[in-house]
């Protein structure tokens, strides 16, 4: 079975903070991630893909991925109250049949950004 | 606009009857997936398709069917088999195997009563 474990949290921050979302996972062979945001009542929407080892910025967000630890974080700088939400982060992984990669889910963080 | 509709929104089952629940797509993606996600939870995959006219188990398949006739469609049975349906179904798309990221349709929500 492959797990990926993340806090649920909730997370809270004051605005203007750092938020640092961590997430790890049992599959080695896992070689890709993803950070996903969800809404309350909304469906996912994704944020962010790596698959190097190091840091990948893309605005107010960092995705940080560590193979050798098996650890993929997200830090969101400078959060606002719009950042509240629940952030999954899944790793792509290869399906049973083989030929395909399929993410498998964490169940997520619910990060809180209070004025 | 090019996306994923899923319908109904929201949906009421009684016990013992099959539901379909609807997903099409016009982004011109191969794969499609069904994913159930319960309060709290991750989400939890229950089928997909790479192909038309093909499709796999994902993890919690039991008590589901589905059908992929055309690639821009690939409905959810919700049968009289699956105890306890009650959850968000969310139905999402890749634009192939290789997968470099979904996107989601905006879900349905589906009750038993």
């Known amino acids: 079975q492959k797990e990926v474990e993340q806090n649920s949290g909730p997370l809270s921050v004051p605005e203007g903070a750092i938020a640092s979302l961590n997430c790890t996972y049992s599959?080695?062979?896992?070689?890709?991630f993803f950070w996903y945001r969800q809404y309350s009542g909304k469906s996912p929407e994704l944020i962010m893909f790596?698959?190097?080892?190091g840091d990948k910025e893309d605005g107010r967000f960092t995705a940080q991925l560590n193979k050798a630890s098996q650890y993929v974080s997200l830090l969101i700088r400078d959060s606002q109250p719009s950042d509240s939400a629940t952030y999954l982060c899944?790793?792509?992984?290869?399906?049973?049949?083989?030929?395909?990669?399929?993410?498998?889910f964490g169940r997520g963080t619910s990060l809180i950004v209070h004025p | 606009d090019g996306g994923i509709t899923q319908s109904p929104k929201y949906l009421f089952r009684k016990e013992g009857q099959n539901v379909t629940l609807s997903c099409e797509q016009n982004?011109?993606?191969?794969?499609m997936y069904w994913y159930r996600q319960d309060p709290g939870q991750g989400l939890r995959l229950i089928y997909y398709?790479?192909?038309?006219?093909?499709?796999q188990k994902g993890d919690i398949a039991e008590g589901y069917s589905v059908s992929r006739e055309k690639k821009e469609s690939f409905p959810l049975t919700v049968t009289s088999a699956q105890k306890n349906p009650t959850a968000f179904y969310l139905c999402?798309?890749?634009?192939?195997?290789?997968?470099?990221?979904?996107?989601f349709g905006s879900g349905t929500r589906l009750t038993v009563v």
């Open positions: 398709s790479q192909i038309v006219n093909d499709f």
């Open positions: 790596i698959y190097s080892n």
């Open positions: 999402a798309t890749a634009r192939g195997a290789e997968h470099y990221g979904y996107t």
């Open positions: 599959d080695r062979g896992s070689q890709s």
């Open positions: 982004l011109n993606h191969d794969a």
């Open positions: 899944a790793p792509r992984t290869a399906s049973p049949s083989g030929g395909s990669y399929i993410p498998t």
